[in-house]
């Protein structure tokens, strides 16, 4: 592992000059800016964005130093090879699935854990470390909305994971954590889980959000980050049935009358991009998914048509 003790190294290494790492770090609240998204509760959450010059220094940040730090395999989010997928896949048909939720996660990380986990002593001079865990913090928490922030969350809860995952292990219980999900299944008590998670996430200076667990047992619609476990990883009904109704829509009616009923101002290809990912999202999860191969053809062909007809 390469270690800096000397400014001009980590310069060289990044590839940015010193002159304005220190600028920027000497005056944080100009890059950024407040962003208000929606959540699916009906609610919304503010988030930190930074400029981008901000958001290219924390992008080197992390795909230079950050992406060297280990981290636990239970973690399944913002890593190589990390999804939605691979954090269900490990929970199919077991008896039952515990799902628990981390309260305030970004807003609970200090700046002292950023600096000592994300940039040890061991590897960085002390004004070094100073330096990158101010480029990468904001105010009182980690910035939701810096590239940096995803990588940061899995080097600092690396040792909760291993702990947790040996725990788990030993009980044969699976476990994988998504972001701030957490997700358990086999045979066990619910009450002893959710017990030894909650006095673990304490030790790290967490809550856990208590009105977030959900216990499934194997009768039941088990979800795991959006994807059914019951019998095999797949997405669930209601999301393709509105998919299928969709691109019904679309080629019966037109795009631009089905877009106009639903309101949109965005145009056709915007659009149709949208209904790509989720197309094409359907067929990541089941490649043999009726209609699907169809769907995603039309939908390039008529992207294309559209592009054309642009160029003309």
Not at 250 to 274: D, F, N, P, Q, V
Request: hydrophobic share 40%.
């Amino acid at each position: 592992m390469i270690v800096y003790r000397e400014l001009s190294s980590l310069v060289r290494d990044l590839g940015i000059d010193a002159k304005t790492l220190y600028a920027v770090s000497n005056s944080l609240e100009k890059h950024y800016h407040q962003v208000r998204y929606p959540k699916k509760d009906g609610g919304s959450r503010k988030l930190s964005v930074p400029d981008a010059q901000l958001k290219m220094i924390q992008r080197r940040i992390t795909q230079v130093l950050l992406v060297h730090m280990p981290i636990s395999p239970y973690a399944t989010a913002y890593r190589y090879g990390g999804s939605t997928y691979r954090n269900a896949m490990p929970h199919v048909g077991q008896p039952a699935v515990l799902k628990l939720d981390i309260q305030h996660f970004f807003d609970s990380i200090l700046y002292t854990a950023v600096k000592e986990k994300a940039f040890p002593a061991e590897i960085y001079a002390e004004p070094l470390r100073v330096l990158l865990a101010m480029l990468c913090y904001h105010r009182e928490s980690l910035p939701q909305g810096a590239p940096s922030s995803p990588a940061i969350t899995n080097i600092i809860m690396a040792g909760f994971d291993a702990r947790l995952g040996a725990w788990c292990a030993d009980k044969k219980i699976r476990y994988t954590r998504y972001c701030d999900d957490m997700t358990f299944s086999g045979s066990f008590a619910p009450e002893a889980v959710v017990d030894f998670v909650a006095d673990q996430l304490r030790c790290c200076g967490f809550l856990l959000n208590r009105k977030k667990t959900r216990y499934i047992p194997a009768g039941y619609r088990q979800v795991v980050t959006g994807l059914v476990v019951n019998e095999k990883v797949g997405v669930p009904s209601d999301y393709l049935r509105k998919l299928r109704q969709e691109l019904y829509y679309c080629r019966k009616y037109g795009i631009a009358s089905h877009m106009a009923h639903l309101g949109l101002a965005e145009t056709e290809s915007r659009y149709l991009a949208r209904l790509l990912g989720k197309v094409n999202y359907v067929l990541q999860i089941s490649p043999g998914e009726k209609g699907m191969p169809e769907a995603r053809a039309w939908i390039l062909e008529t992207l294309a048509c559209l592009h054309r007809g642009r160029m003309g």
